[in-house]
C-alpha cells in the first residue's frame, strides 16, 4: 500500500494485462467512437426527426437479439475473470522468487505506467457510459 491507502502496483499484474496491440485497437476504436459522436451530433441538429425515429427503430429491430446473447456471453466471462483473478492473487502472494525482480525500481516505474493506460481507459469508459454510449473495446 502507498501512503494513500491505495494498493501497490506490481509488475506482474500489468505484465499480463499489457498488449500492445490491443491498446493499438483500443485507441483506434477511440478514434471510431468520436467520428460516431460526430454523425450523431449532425443527426440530432438536424431537423429531419422522422427519419431518426426510423433508424433507431431499425436498429432495435436488428441487434436485439445479438444484445441479449452478448450481455449473457459478458456475465459470465465476467464471472470467470473475477474467480480466476482471486485465485491468482492467492497463488502470488504464496510465492517469493519474483520479489526481488517485482521490487525493482524500474519494475515498479513501469507498471506505474501501464496502471495509468488503464485508469486512462477505465475513466473515459466510464465518462462514455455515464453518457449513455455504449464504450468502445478494451
Known amino acids: 500500500m502507498d501512503s494513500l491507502g491505495n494498493k501497490k502496483t506490481t509488475i506482474l499484474e500489468q505484465i499480463a494485462s499489457y498488449n500492445k496491440e490491443d491498446l493499438e485497437n483500443y485507441i483506434y476504436t477511440l478514434k471510431r467512437e468520436l467520428e460516431q459522436q ?8 438536424s431537423e429531419n426527426h422522422d427519419q431518426n425515429i426510423k433508424q ?15 450481455l449473457e456471453n459478458l456475465l459470465e466471462i465476467s464471472e470467470q475473470l473475477k474467480h480466476t483473478v482471486s485465485e491468482n492473487e492467492k497463488l502470488k502472494n504464496n510465492e517469493e522468487k519474483y520479489d526481488e525482480i517485482v521490487n525493482s525500481q524500474q519494475c515498479n516505474e513501469v507498471a506505474e505506467k501501464l496502471k495509468k493506460i488503464k485508469t486512462v481507459k477505465d475513466n473515459i469508459n466510464s465518462f462514455l457510459l455515464k453518457q449513455g454510449i455504449i464504450s468502445p473495446q478494451q
Request: proline share 0%; hydrophobic share 30%.
Open 38 to 45: 460526430k454523425q450523431i451530433n449532425t443527426l440530432l441538429t
Open 56 to 70: 433507431i427503430k431499425t436498429f432495435i429491430e436488428r441487434n436485439s437479439g445479438e444484445v441479449d446473447y452478448q
